[in-house]
C-alpha cells in the first residue's frame, strides 16, 4: 500500500521539510542527510560545533 504525503490527495504540493544534520563524523552526517533527501526532506549537513549554533 502507497502512502500519500500531505497534499498528494488533491495534486498539491506539500513544501519540503527541513532537517539540519551535526555530527562530527562527515560521513555518518552525509549519509544520514542523503537518506532523508530519498524521503523528502531538505537537508543541510554540517560537521562544526560553533556552526551547529548558528544555523
Known sequence: MQQLR???A???VAPRRR???CDDEC???DMV???MEREGFS???CYDPPAKRSR
Open 19 to 21: 532537517i539540519l544534520i
Open 6 to 8: 500531505s497534499g498528494e
Open 27 to 29: 560521513e555518518i552526517a
Open 10 to 12: 488533491n495534486g498539491a
Open 43 to 45: 537537508c543541510r549537513a
Open 33 to 35: 542527510a542523503s537518506l
